[in-house]
């Protein structure tokens, strides 16, 4: 391609609503251009890396014998309606656009295809000889995000390959699972990345795991922590560690303490002259279940600890059940106006212990009379605790469970790992943090969609079963921005070559020196012909801007027809490493051919 014949505009100035370098370089270099929020144009060049992406992630799929299909996006709202999702990807927080036509029926644009998926396994697999199936698709996905930003990373319409298995029980998931990690794993590796696979949360779907692709880098919007040896890798929503150990209490005898102003760990701990691991903190959520009903829950941690979130939120998921609902649609802190919809009386905050009577609660037909009380590991191994009296100003020290308080029923994993902390499968490793941008999720869905779906297939003994399902995706917009953000410098773009949009370029410093004309369009000729993807900045600009714009783009290999023709030579420059050599005229395109060999 001609750049005289291309759309070609580079900005000098990064744009103002661009904050991370991948997304002012993508603009600055005419990659993409916004349209509206979270809405973005691919240009021509942009268009060729996406290409050559998907061409590396449609190879990986069919290597494991995956088939390509393209479902609809236009899908209709009873679909959702019968996996139970329409109302929480559709409403307050949910992500999906939705629609009405002219028959007055509702229809989404399509975040995921779970649900047309399921369908049509409903209505074509019949019999366990129909099993595995593997089906994938590369396509624009629409999501009404929250927060859009950061370019192509968080768009409301990207690309998305994703992929969706088929099964007659757990083992055969396993082995496509299996197969799917690897294949992640290859793209990744192909696509010029480094990258981290680790343990995610599969939130309250279930089933028996879930793999993150991270790749890594400072703009990531994930923490992953992990261990130098290798054995240990996981986003933090899901991450497990042991704890510091906890300082001995030197309260021995139990007494209430009068503690003014000590509303805070930091505070009562300075004032008791205490480390933070000898209290247990009490924390105070709300949860409101998609019945409408709210929970109040109480959670007790020892006082260096932080609760998980997510980790919360699986095990509310897990007991909404228990209050004739199936998930929950809110978790938050209660502020002062929140507590005046349910608070009977008002609570002593800062000072609350574990055992704060339900009587707190002004129960009615939203609210649950009773406080849903956890108790994190790390506060049951406590001995002669501080902890608060229930009473404003006062806390009480040398409280044991069993004895002062009654242990809370539900004992579990509510807490943070944090960098620091021990490793559970080795001690002496302690957990690294580091930053990482999802650009895959791989996910053992189990039977949420087959049984809420009534997809069904019939096994060897001619029962009829639910079908065990995979879900597989990879964020191909998103992948391509990656690469940007782990590779670049001050003067611009450095694309991995296996993802270039080409390969090289033949600038011609001078256009009005017909000999410079002469030998980059023969070059440029044989170059293409040769299978190496090639541009010719032809245009009639000064030979500084070519460069500047040239290494803006980050085209792996540059070609200049400058004073070294005079030697029957032309300068080649890798934008990488920016070294420079001369190479004779005839041995560029051979040169060339193997160095691109070499780095893909
Ligand atoms: P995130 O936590 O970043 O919102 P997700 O968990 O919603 O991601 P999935 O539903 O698992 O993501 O989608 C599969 C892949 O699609 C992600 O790993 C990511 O690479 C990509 N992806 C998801 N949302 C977006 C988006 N808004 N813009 C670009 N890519 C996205
Ligand atoms: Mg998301």
């Not at 329409?86 to 779970?114: C, N």
């Not at 409408?292 to 909404?320: M, P, W």
């Not at 002496?428 to 580091?434: G, I, P, R, Y």
């Amino acid at each position: 391609m001609r750049l005289s014949q291309m759309l070609f505009v580079t900005l000098r100035d990064d744009p103002a609503d661009a904050e991370i370098p991948s997304h002012k370089l993508l603009l600055r270099a005419g990659y993409i251009r916004r349209i509206g929020s979270g809405v973005y144009a691919y240009l021509p060049l942009m268009w060729r890396v996406l290409q050559k992406v998907s061409q590396i992630v449609r190879e990986e799929m069919n290597a494991t014998g995956a088939q390509e299909c393209l479902l609809p996006q236009l899908q209709p709202a009873d679909l959702w309606k019968e996996s139970g999702r329409w109302d929480t990807y559709t409403k307050a927080e949910g992500i999906m656009f939705s629609l009405i036509d002219r028959r007055e029926q509702q229809l989404g644009l399509g975040p995921t295809h779970e649900e047309v998926v399921t369908t049509i396994a409903r209505d074509m697999i019949r019999s366990y000889r129909q099993l595995p199936l593997n089906l994938y698709q590369l396509q624009t996905k629409f999501r009404d995000e929250i927060r859009p930003r950061f370019g192509l990373m968080r768009g409301r319409e990207f690309i998305m390959k994703d992929g969706y298995s088929f099964h007659v029980d757990e083992d055969s998931l396993k082995a496509t699972y299996q197969d799917m990690y690897q294949a992640y794993s290859n793209m990744l590796r192909r696509s010029g990345l480094a990258f981290r696979a680790v343990d995610a949360d599969s939130g309250a779907i279930g089933g028996s795991g879930s793999t993150e692709f991270m790749v890594l880098a400072e703009a990531g919007e994930d923490e992953v922590l992990y261990t130098e040896d290798g054995k240990y890798a996981a986003n933090v929503e899901k991450a497990v560690s042991l704890p510091a150990d906890a300082v001995t209490s030197q309260f021995t005898t139990h007494e209430k303490r009068d503690t003014p102003g000590t509303d805070t760990i930091e505070t009562v701990c300075k004032f008791l002259n205490c480390s933070p691991s000898q209290v247990v903190k009490n924390v105070l959520y709300q949860t409101v279940y998609d019945n409408g009903k709210t929970v109040l829950v109480l959670i007790s941690i020892r006082g260096d600890q932080e609760v998980n979130e997510v980790k919360l939120q699986n095990e509310l998921t897990k007991l909404a059940p228990n209050y004739g609902a199936k998930t929950i649609i809110s978790l938050t802190v209660p502020n002062a106006e929140a507590q005046q919809t349910w608070a009977a009386k008002s609570l002593p905050l800062g000072y609350i212990a574990p055992d704060i009577a339900d009587e707190y609660i002004k129960g009615d037909k939203q609210v649950h009379p009773k406080f849903l009380r956890f108790v994190d590991q790390t506060a049951v191994d406590l001995n002669n605790f501080v902890t608060g009296a229930n009473e404003t100003g006062y806390h009480v020290v040398g409280a044991n469970w069993g004895e002062q308080f009654k242990l809370p029923e539900l004992v579990v994993d509510i807490r943070k790992a944090r960098p620091g902390d021990r490793a559970q499968h080795n001690p002496e490793q302690t957990l690294q943090s580091a930053r990482g941008i999802e650009v895959g999720h791989i996910f053992q869905l189990g039977t949420k969609y087959s049984v809420a779906m009534g997809a069904t297939y019939t096994n060897e003994q001619g029962e009829e079963k639910p079908l065990v399902m995979g879900c597989y995706g990879v964020g191909v917009s998103r992948l391509a921005q990656s690469a940007v953000e782990q590779s670049y410098d001050k003067d611009g773009i450095i694309w991995p070559v296996a993802i270039a949009p080409y390969h090289a370029i033949v600038t011609i410093p001078n256009i009005k020196d017909a000999q410079q004309v002469e030998i980059a369009e023969k070059l440029y000729r044989e170059l293409n012909q040769a299978g190496i993807e090639t541009l010719l900045d032809d245009r009639d600009e000064r030979a500084g801007v070519k460069f500047k714009d040239a290494d803006l783009i980050g085209i792996p290999y540059r070609i200049v027809t400058g004073r070294a023709i005079a030697n029957g030579k032309v300068e080649v420059v890798e934008r990488a490493t920016r070294q420079s050599q001369e190479i004779d005229i005839q041995e560029v395109t051979s040169t060339i051919k193997q160095w691109i060999a070499a780095a893909i």
